[in-house]
């Protein structure tokens, strides 16, 4: 629908930006609800962040999602964090307060969480064994705490899965090479690693310790079904695709910017994976 002089604004900012799939996905959303608001692609360079917060602020902005390079500098810029934004050190969604103040979050691992249970799935019905102790593996972390599950980490540099075990008590260690063998009593696998993304390695996996109520999950998106997905589902197991924390992980901020919960259904699946390779 056309803009009035009242239509509510957001957008993401990135460097680039050009390959966001935000605005399509919040602008149709939009669309859907019937809602006067714009969601525009906003390319802000390194160093420039700040700047561009406090003008899109002063013009009036609801908020921002914030992608790469931003998203720890977005963090420190912000007056609050929730939780899972502490522990990532790194914030995807800003809301621009009334009073001035800055609201950070980190979406990922809520959308994560969002989208097994959308396919069904009790977060919290076993142990989870992450692969990866990256930015998206601390978010996942934190969300899976909160909802009460016992979290592992796998990861290749085993400092790095240190620094995450020091900052998210009640995580686990898991010697990485040894991952495949410690499936036994794992309820749910998430791969958090960029390993499976198109034009990237595979995740070299062995999914024959793996209990038949495993539940595999990858946050890879393109392809939709990385190898480790093909190889759970010919194991039988049940698979989640990470289209899904895609989508899911963009709701939080379309709720408070525009003040409606939209849905993640078949036509938005449809709409994101028709821009994805397969
Ligand atoms: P993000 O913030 O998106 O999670 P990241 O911080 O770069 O991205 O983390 C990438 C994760 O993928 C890390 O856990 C990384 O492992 P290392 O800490 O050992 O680098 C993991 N990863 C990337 N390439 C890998 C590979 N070839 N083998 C194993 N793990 C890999």
């Given at each position: 629908?056309?803009?009035?002089?009242?239509?509510?604004?957001?957008?993401?900012?990135?460097?680039?930006?050009?390959?966001?799939?935000?605005?399509?996905?919040?602008?149709?959303?939009?669309?859907?609800?019937?809602?006067?608001?714009?969601?525009?692609?906003?390319?802000?360079?390194?160093?420039?962040l700040?700047?561009?917060?406090?003008?899109?602020?002063?013009?009036?902005?609801?908020?921002?999602?914030v992608t790469v390079p931003h998203k720890q500098a977005a963090a420190a810029l912000c007056d609050t964090l929730d939780p899972a934004a502490s522990a990532t050190g790194s914030a995807n969604t800003l809301?621009?307060?009334?009073?001035?103040?800055i609201a950070g979050s980190s979406t990922d691992g809520?959308?994560?969480?969002?989208?097994?249970?959308?396919?069904?799935?009790?977060?919290?019905?076993?142990?989870?064994?992450?692969?990866g102790a990256g930015g998206a593996a601390r978010s996942i972390a934190s969300a899976?705490l909160?909802?009460?599950?016992?979290?592992?980490?796998?990861?290749?540099?085993?400092e790095r899965a240190g620094s995450l075990l020091r900052d998210q008590p009640?995580v686990?260690?898991?010697?990485?090479?040894?991952?495949?063998?410690?499936?036994?009593?794992?309820?749910?696998?998430?791969?958090t690693?960029?390993?499976?993304?198109?034009?990237?390695?595979?995740?070299?996996?062995?999914?024959?310790?793996?209990?038949?109520?495993?539940?595999?999950?990858?946050?890879?998106?393109?392809?939709?079904?990385?190898?480790?997905?093909?190889?759970?589902?010919?194991?039988?197991?049940?698979?989640?695709?990470?289209?899904?924390?895609?989508?899911?992980?963009?709701?939080?901020?379309?709720?408070?910017?525009?003040?409606?919960?939209?849905?993640?259904?078949?036509?938005?699946?449809?709409?994101?994976?028709?821009?994805?390779?397969?």
């Amino acid at each position: 629908m056309p803009l009035t002089g009242h239509a509510r604004l957001a957008g993401v900012i990135g460097w680039p930006v050009s390959h966001s799939r935000s605005p399509l996905l919040h602008n149709h959303w939009l669309a859907r609800h019937g809602i006067d608001g714009a969601y525009v692609p906003l390319p802000v360079a390194p160093g420039k962040l700040e700047t561009a917060l406090r003008g899109l602020q002063a013009a009036g902005f609801a908020g921002v999602n914030v992608t790469v390079p931003h998203k720890q500098a977005a963090a420190a810029l912000c007056d609050t964090l929730d939780p899972a934004a502490s522990a990532t050190g790194s914030a995807n969604t800003l809301v621009f307060e009334a009073d001035g103040r800055i609201a950070g979050s980190s979406t990922d691992g809520l959308g994560f969480v969002a989208s097994l249970r959308a396919a069904g799935i009790d977060p919290a019905a076993g142990p989870a064994l992450l692969l990866g102790a990256g930015g998206a593996a601390r978010s996942i972390a934190s969300a899976l705490l909160a909802c009460g599950a016992a979290v592992r980490v796998a990861n290749r540099t085993p400092e790095r899965a240190g620094s995450l075990l020091r900052d998210q008590p009640g995580v686990t260690l898991v010697p990485w090479p040894s991952w495949p063998e410690r499936l036994h009593d794992v309820a749910l696998l998430v791969n958090t690693t960029s390993l499976g993304m198109a034009g990237q390695a595979k995740l070299p996996a062995d999914l024959s310790h793996a209990p038949s109520e495993l539940v595999v999950a990858d946050i890879v998106y393109a392809p939709r079904e990385t190898m480790l997905l093909a190889q759970a589902r010919a194991r039988g197991l049940r698979t989640v695709e990470g289209i899904g924390m895609l989508l899911h992980q963009a709701v939080p901020g379309f709720a408070a910017w525009f003040g409606v919960e939209p849905a993640v259904d078949d036509e938005v699946v449809a709409l994101l994976a028709g821009t994805l390779v397969s």
